[in-house]
């Protein structure tokens, strides 16, 4: 396996449109990075990139320390699984999985033992004769994946890969890759726009947003500690609610509620004094309380939980909130209900990078 | 499953008799060479076309049939045999020798046959000479592309049949 690393790579296209800016990444070996962001951000083009699909206008590409900037694809013995598989229709299973070896002209028996030595980690066995149109999605997604196994790359690359799947197959699939990811310990860079699939998969996130890097670190740093504004309300389902709030002496003040700051939160906040900052508080960190009012437009049983959509304020003319409670609720429309909050973020209203708190 | 002991054998469970099958496109192409060769006259068009002259005769038509029924059937036991198919070397077997009971009927008929001319001798008199309708060289060039064609089938048949063989007693060695 390999060692990944992109130095300030950027892509211009010819009609000057850019599409992504400065991107800095150092992978390491049997490291899975999962690039996330909304449609047009840049992530398969700098995938792409990696592959060497798309020429590097700007930056370098490293991998285990050789320039591969402008070396061909073929050349860098990288393997990519596309979201629509691009498997050939009228091989069987195992022509498709042994073809690139074929290809390579290598020993037939030695091609054998890789296929079915990748057949057996994908449960792919009983389908080996069979024509890709015969499978489910989420077979043919495994045969594109044991298409990449038996080359033995150095690095995997993984376009969208579960994006044809429905929601229970996705899934299943997901947990495959995550299983293959432990089981081959391989370099590997994911692409989606599914922030599940990147909380779940990633031993890293590289969130990105308009071709620029917005933050890079594991799950739990994105999840916990965004970087900035785009980051929370990207990672987490629900998304993060936000409250414009004034910073006025130890007091958070919102038209519709207002907080005492705790000694942490003040010290944080001391050089936004009379100014107007963002309060991030994602829907799973309120609970019933106190602290503010919220007037219910909606009300989703999950089971476990629900989640109670509504508008700040008893009148109900504050912020859009989503609220995620813990065990089953049964509010009406135009229910008031009194909650509190266990954990805030705070953003800079004008740069809209985080405010750093001490927990 | 079943540790594999043979990895050439257990191969075959997957893939394609590609061998047998090209020999009987080999084959196929052959009897195409036969064909647009078999009708070729080296000389001018014979007056009046004798009783046994043997190509204007219903014969043209059958051996036209029987040609594309040969490339229909060929091809389709081709594909049959490289998907390891059991009942195609049968009909292999028997395409292979129907081209050699081919070489019997018409280019030998053909050749055997014969057409009058009259030309005149060194003399200036006339003299009526006889003359082969399927030149020597016309004639073995046909019989060798049914020999070579009836033997690339009857290959590809015992081919096919020798690899289902080895392939069922493996695969009988592997459940057991």
């Given at each position: 396996m390999a060692e990944l690393s992109l130095q300030h790579l950027e892509k211009i296209y010819d009609?000057?449109?850019?599409?992504?800016?400065?991107f800095n990444l150092d992978v390491k070996d049997g490291e899975l990075i999962v690039l996330v962001g909304?449609?047009?951000?840049g992530k398969s083009t700098t995938l792409r990139m990696v592959a060497g699909l798309e020429d590097i206008t700007h930056g370098k590409l490293l991998i285990n320390g050789k320039d591969?900037?402008?070396?061909p694809a073929k050349d860098r013995d990288i393997a990519m699984v596309f979201q629509n598989y691009?498997?050939?229709?009228?091989?069987?299973i195992y022509e498709n999985m042994a073809f690139s070896l074929t290809l390579r002209k290598e020993d037939p028996n030695l091609i054998h033992k890789k296929v079915i030595a990748a057949a057996e980690i994908l449960g792919l066995m009983e389908q080996l004769?069979?024509?890709?149109?015969?499978?489910?999605g989420g077979q043919r997604q495994r045969v594109a994946m044991g298409r990449s196994i038996v080359r033995n790359p150095q690095v995997f690359l993984f376009d969208e890969?579960?994006?044809?799947?429905?929601a229970k197959l996705r899934s299943g699939t997901r947990r495959e890759i995550m299983l293959l990811h432990k089981r081959l310990n391989a370099t590997m860079l994911y692409v989606t726009h599914d922030q599940t699939e990147a909380l779940t998969l990633a031993d890293r996130i590289v969130c990105m947003s308009m071709g620029h890097v917005q933050q890079i670190g594991t799950p739990l740093e994105l999840y916990d500690?965004?970087?900035n504004l785009f980051v929370a309300s990207f990672i987490g389902l629900p998304p993060m609610n936000f409250m414009d709030v004034e910073v006025k002496g130890d007091k958070l003040i919102n038209p519709n509620f207002t907080l005492t700051m705790n000694d942490k939160e003040a010290k944080a906040l001391a050089q936004y004094q009379g100014k107007t900052v963002v309060m991030g508080v994602r829907?799973?960190?309120?609970?019933?309380?106190?602290?503010l009012q919220l007037k219910v437009i909606n009300n989703e049983n999950l089971g476990m939980n629900t989640l109670v959509h509504g508008h700040l304020g008893a009148d109900g003319k504050g912020e859009r909130i989503t609220t995620k409670l813990h065990g089953w609720c049964d509010y009406k429309i135009d229910d008031v209900v009194s909650l509190k909050m266990n954990r805030k973020r705070f953003f800079?209203?004008?740069?809209t990078n985080a405010i750093e708190v001490e927990v | 499953m079943a540790e594999i002991t043979n990895t050439k054998l257990d191969r075959m469970r997957y893939t394609k008799d590609k061998r047998s099958s090209q020999m009987v496109l080999l084959a196929i192409v052959l009897n195409v060479l036969y064909y647009v060769s078999i009708?070729?006259?080296?000389?001018?068009?014979?007056?009046?076309?004798?009783?046994?002259?043997?190509?204007?005769?219903w014969l043209i038509g059958a051996s036209v049939i029987l040609n594309l029924l040969f490339l229909l059937i060929g091809f389709l036991c081709s594909e049959g045999v490289k998907g390891r198919r059991k009942g195609y070397t049968g009909i292999l077997l028997f395409l292979g020798v129907l081209q050699f009971v081919r070489i019997f009927y018409l280019p030998a008929k053909a050749h055997n046959s014969v057409y009058s001319e009259t030309v005149k001798n060194a003399e200036g008199v006339a003299e009526v000479v006889t003359k082969k309708v399927m030149t020597d060289g016309q004639y073995a060039f046909a019989v060798a592309m049914l020999v070579l064609s009836g033997l690339l089938c009857i290959g590809a048949a015992v081919n096919s049949y020798i690899n289902n063989k080895k392939l069922a007693d493996y695969m009988k060695s592997v459940e057991a």
């Open positions: 009609n000057n449109v850019q599409a992504v800016f400065d909304p449609s047009g951000c591969v900037t402008a070396a691009a498997l050939y229709g009228h091989m069987t004769n069979k024509k890709p149109s015969q499978l489910s890969p579960l994006s044809n799947l429905d500690t965004p970087a829907p799973e960190n309120f609970e019933i309380g106190d602290e800079d209203k004008e740069t | 009708y070729q006259q080296d000389h001018p068009v014979v007056k009046p076309i004798s009783a046994d002259y043997p190509y204007y005769s």
